[in-house]
C-alpha cells in the first residue's frame, strides 16, 4: 500500500558528503514520524536519525553535527545530508516511515529497500 524508495548512495572519499532521499508513495493520508537507520556489515541495524512531522529532529550521538534529517511533506520525501564523512559511516541506509493509510487511517511501520553508502579513499 505504500513504498519507500530510497535514492543518493554511493562511493565517496572520507571528509566528503552524499544526500540521501526517500520517497514514499502509495495510498497515504498522513506520514507521520519518518527516520534514517543503517546497518554496517557485521553489524545490528542502528538508529541514526528521526524527524517528527513538526520538524522536531533526533540523532545519535555518532553523527551529531555531521547528518541533518529534513523531511518535504508536500513531496512525502525524507532527506539525510551526510557531510564529513568517515569511513565507520560505511553501511545500507535504510530509510522508515509511520505511515497513516487512507480508508482505515490505519498506522503502518514501512521500510525502504536500502541504500549503500561506502566511504572509502
Known amino acids: 500500500q505504500v513504498q519507500l524508495v530510497e535514492s543518493g548512495g554511493g562511493l565517496v572519499q572520507p571528509g566528503g558528503s552524499l544526500r540521501l532521499s526517500c520517497a514514499a508513495s502509495?495510498?497515504?493520508?498522513?506520514?507521520?514520524?519518518m527516520a534514517w537507520y543503517r546497518q554496517a556489515p557485521g553489524k545490528e541495524r542502528e538508529l541514526v536519525a528521526t524527524?517528527?512531522?513538526?520538524?522536531?529532529?533526533n540523532y545519535a550521538d555518532s553523527v551529531k553535527g555531521r547528518f541533518t534529517i529534513s523531511r518535504d511533506n508536500a513531496k512525502n520525501t525524507v532527506y539525510l545530508q551526510m557531510n564529513s564523512l568517515k569511513p565507520e559511516d560505511t553501511a545500507v541506509y535504510y530509510c522508515?516511515?509511520?505511515?497513516?493509510?487512507?480508508?482505515?487511517?490505519?498506522?503502518?511501520?514501512?521500510w525502504g529497500q536500502g541504500t549503500l553508502v561506502t566511504v572509502s579513499s
Open positions: 502509495g495510498n497515504i493520508f498522513r506520514l507521520n514520524a
Open positions: 524527524i517528527a512531522s513538526g520538524g522536531e529532529t
Open positions: 522508515n516511515a509511520r505511515a497513516v493509510v487512507r480508508l482505515s487511517y490505519r498506522e503502518f511501520d514501512i
